[in-house]
């Protein structure tokens, strides 16, 4: 059974910084993609970030500059660094994997405020 462990939510100021983990368990295939996306009260979930197994990274127009997604392969945990944070950040954060079998699997999610 495939486990999304996420941690490094919390309450910041405006300008201030996160680090979210999320390691991955228990998939029997590989994970091509690792990713995260983000919920809103009222809003629909969108892609913040998501990085391939070799790397390639793509991120959201209003995250650019300031999120930097990595990854660590022989752990199977993804990151995201999140910098210069801004109210309209404030949001549940979802960690995503994809498999080589293109199964998809959500963590349970982590709240991000920031306070202005």
């Known amino acids: 059974q495939v486990q999304l462990v996420e941690s490094g939510g919390g309450l910041v100021q405006a300008g201030g910084s996160l680090r979210l983990s999320c390691a991955a368990s228990g998939s029997r295939f590989s994970i091509n993609l690792m990713g995260w996306y983000r919920q809103a009260p009222g809003k629909q979930r969108e892609m913040v970030a998501t990085?391939?197994?070799?790397?390639?990274?793509n991120y959201a127009d209003s995250v650019k500059g300031r999120f930097t997604v990595s990854r660590d392969n022989a752990k199977n945990t993804v990151y995201l660094q999140m910098n210069s944070l801004k109210p309209e950040d404030t949001a549940v954060y979802y960690c995503?994997?994809?498999?080589?079998?293109?199964?998809?699997?959500w963590g349970q999610g982590t709240q991000v405020t920031v306070s202005s």
């Open positions: 990085i391939t197994s070799g790397g390639r990274t």
């Open positions: 995503n994997i994809v498999t080589s079998r293109a199964l998809s699997f």
